[in-house]
């Protein structure tokens, strides 16, 4: 969850939200992701879309049994989609998304019957750290926009 908690901060100094995501197999990092959506002008470049197109390229695959995914908020029903199809095992996320979420909030996807693949999920990981990364973002926008 570090190098997530990294990408998230990384993404923070970019201007982006900050949320990470780190593809893992084996105890080695295939892929890591902050969110792109500002910079690529693209609504579907989030931490874990980026990380997961990243390791599968990487691995040649489209599917990744055996990947674990670290993130550092919970993801929202599009990244519950892509973690589904790529058959991820295992989700650890950071941050609840009470608004956006999809795990635990929201759609709960993985629970849905038309759900093809549910990873592991184990929430609340390094949720504090996370929540106020996205705290302090947040709350410096309403501070540009006020």
Do not use: W
């Not at 993801?75 to 989700?91: E, K």
């Amino acid at each position: 969850m570090d190098a997530a908690l990294f990408e998230a901060r990384a993404a923070f100094d970019r201007g982006e939200v900050p949320v990470g995501a780190v593809v893992v197999r084996d105890g080695e990092i295939l892929a890591k992701a902050g969110n792109e959506t500002r910079a690529g002008c693209d609504p579907t470049a989030h931490a874990e879309i980026l990380a997961i197109r990243r390791a599968a390229n990487r691995l040649g695959a489209e599917r990744l049994p055996g990947c674990d995914l670290y993130v550092t908020l919970e993801p929202c029903a599009m990244c519950a989609g892509a973690i589904s199809f790529a058959r991820i095992r295992r989700l650890y996320f950071g941050a609840r998304d009470e608004k956006g979420g999809a795990v635990e909030n929201g759609a709960r996807f993985f629970h849905q019957p038309t759900c093809h693949h549910a990873p592991d999920v184990y929430p609340h990981l390094a949720e504090a750290e996370s929540a106020e990364l996205l705290r302090r973002f947040f709350e410096g926008l309403r501070d540009r926009e006020a």
